[in-house]
Each structure stands twice: as C-alpha cells, then as structure tokens.
C-alpha cells in the first residue's frame, strides 16, 4: 500500500491528521457519543454505557468485514521520553488478536504542529494495515472512552505525560473514523454519499452544536 501521508494527499487534499477532525474537512459529521444527562454520582460503566453502544455502533456502519483498515496511534510526547523505546505499545499488543498482524506495525517520528519550542515535543506515530477481524476493537473503543476517567484500561497508563490518539482509516471505502473521547466522533469521507446513510440513518445522534453545518451538507441537490 502507498504510505499513509500519500494516502490523505490523494483522497483527503493532504489534511492534517489531528483534532478536530471535524473542523478540517467537509463532508464530516460530528455524533454525540456520551449522555450529558447522565448524573456524574452514577458507577462509570452507567455513565458511558450509551457512548459504548453508540460508538461500536457507528464503527460497525463504517468498517465491514472485507475492508482494509488502517490503524493509527499517535503518541504526542516530548523528545527526551524514552518510554516507547522501553515498553511496546499496548494498544498493539492487547487489542490485536494474531501476533503475525504485528509484522505489518509501522513507526515513525514526526513533528508535533502543536509542539512548544522549550519543551520539543514529537509524535511517535504507530500504523498498521489491518482487517475489522484483526483486532478487539470494541474493547478498544471502550478504552477511548474510558481515557478521561484514571480506569485500569487506559491505553498510556503508564506513561500519564504522554497524550494518545487512534484513528481508524477505511482504506477501501474511504472513511475516517475518529472517536476522540467519550464525549464524541467525528467522521469524514472523501465522497459524502459514502456518509449520507450515516446521516441519515443516525440523524437523532448528530452533536447539536454543529447540525447546522452537516445539515448544509446534506441538504443539496447533487444526490
């Protein structure tokens, strides 16, 4: 496969892969995933129960069996941290099934466009071309939401300096999955009818905030 930045070159105009998602590219939609009725006193595994069911939800809608998916974790950290060097990342090791999947994890460096100068951060961005089958993505959704409550799964749990983001890319569909916490999920498509069932499908989940802007993009004559 062509590398990753060749890919969101030719399909997505060369955006950057970073938050938010949403705001970068059009068409996208940005899903509420939590309850914000939910009282805060209420166990943790009630107060996201509807972010679980709401986030596989739409990652089963947007990655079938078949598809080729790509993986991305970045780990957004200071030069001088050495911990990636020490530990493997056990986003890889816990959530994919087959340890010969791994021989296809790719690693890089890259420059963080969010990087402070004195404190010289860098990205460790880790890919791996994979099927839905290849991984436990719903225990890996659940620990995305899980990543603002100190829970056990916490993917760096052990490395609390380091932020963390996963992406999941559809490389035959086109479609760009992002949960960013338990709050949302933000996904994009090259070509919006590939995401226009989404839309209207789960229209009650879309964030109120942003319907306007979805509404407009959907609304249009050119179906």
Not at 117 to 133: A, P, T, Y
Request: one cysteine or more; charged letters at 25%; hydrophobic letters at 35%.
């Amino acid at each position: 496969m062509q590398s990753l930045q060749s890919y969101i070159d030719h399909h997505f105009k060369g955006i950057l892969l970073a938050p938010s998602l949403f705001y970068s590219w059009s068409p996208a939609i940005r899903y509420e995933i939590s309850d914000p009725t939910m009282s805060l006193n209420e166990p943790v595994v009630l107060q996201l129960r509807q972010a679980f069911h709401r986030s596989i939800t739409l990652f089963d809608e947007v990655f079938h069996g078949p598809d080729e998916m790509l993986l991305i974790t970045d780990v957004h950290t200071t030069l001088s941290n050495s911990y990636l060097r020490k530990r493997p990342l056990n986003v890889y090791l816990k959530y994919v099934k087959q340890p010969d999947v791994l021989t296809r994890l790719r690693h890089e460096v890259i420059p963080d466009p969010f990087e402070e100068e004195e404190e010289q951060r860098v990205i460790h961005r880790f890919s791996l071309l994979c099927k839905k089958g290849d991984i436990r993505y719903q225990k890996l959704l659940q620990a995305i939401c899980y990543e603002d409550f100190a829970h056990p799964s916490t993917i760096l749990k052990s490395n609390p300096s380091s932020g963390v983001e996963k992406y999941f890319i559809n490389v035959t569909r086109n479609l760009i999955y992002h949960l960013y916490d338990d709050r949302g999920c933000d996904i994009l498509a090259a070509d919006k009818n590939d995401i226009r069932f989404l839309y209207e499908t789960y229209n009650d989940w879309i964030l109120d905030y942003d319907r306007n802007v979805i509404d407009e993009t959907f609304h249009d004559k050119d179906r």
